[in-house]
């Protein structure tokens, strides 16, 4: 398995700012994933994060309100844009390992409150 | 679209005893894959059991073990010897490699194992 780190681990932010979130790998890694899992509910898949392209959003999700970098095959940013009470949620990153592309670990998340 | 169904929301079991969660599936790809993730409680998501849809031998992984029924479009997880640090919300997840490699996850099922 990966070793994949987030930071911050928590949040608390007021509406109307944004925060960016930071996802780390051990190693190399093609494809990294960013998903959101609001209270109580399950994960749902807001981009994939390309070296060297653009992200490719979900259905639902926009780059205006989450930017997304991938600079090198090791780390990714998330932004979460324009806050507001409902973005409150776990955001994870995901990233396959090994070449095996269909197998995903994840991060331990970024829990993020904003009031 | 593809859909999961974990038609469990909660579950219990007693210590050492064995325990099935079911998880139910729609889709009209014949190559897919499938997983069962781990949530402890405010910790990350770990990767518990895969199984590649072309396999008809059903995944094993020490006391976690599946039953693959293609057909039925079903994939339990059965949970033997269960110990305390089984307690967690458990999600089934499913992966169409033609069609990107997000995963679509079910609601989940919190499984809590008693003394």
């Known amino acids: 398995s990966a070793v994949i780190s987030q930071k911050p681990s928590r949040d608390i932010c007021q509406r109307g700012t944004s925060l960016t979130i930071q996802c780390q790998v051990d190693?190399?890694?093609?494809?990294m994933f960013w998903y959101r899992q609001q209270p109580g509910q399950s994960l749902t898949l807001i981009a994939t994060a390309n070296q060297g392209s653009e992200a490719t959003y979900e259905s639902g999700f926009v780059i205006d309100k989450f930017p997304i970098s991938r600079p090198n095959l090791t780390f990714s940013t998330l932004t979460v844009s324009n806050m507001s009470p409902e973005d409150s949620s776990i955001y994870l990153c995901s990233v396959e390992r090994g070449g095996l592309m269909e197998t995903q670990y994840f991060g331990p998340g970024t829990r993020l409150l904003v009031l | 679209a593809q859909t999961v169904t974990q038609s469990q929301p909660e579950m219990s079991v007693q210590e050492a005893e064995t325990v099935t969660l079911s998880c139910t599936y729609d889709t009209s790809e014949n190559n897919y894959y499938l997983f069962w993730y781990k949530q402890p409680p405010s910790r990350q998501m770990i990767l518990v059991i895969r199984q590649e849809a072309y396999k008809q031998q059903n995944a094993t992984e020490n006391r976690f073990s599946v039953n693959f029924q293609k057909a039925a479009k079903s994939f339990s997880l059965k949970i033997s010897d269960s110990q305390l640090g089984d307690t967690a919300m458990y999600f089934c997840?499913?992966?169409?490699?033609?069609?990107?490699?997000?995963?679509?996850f079910g609601k989940g099922t919190s499984l809590l194992v008693t003394p």
């Open positions: 190693s190399q890694v093609t494809m």
């Open positions: 997840a499913f992966m169409n490699t033609n069609s990107g490699y997000a995963l679509n």
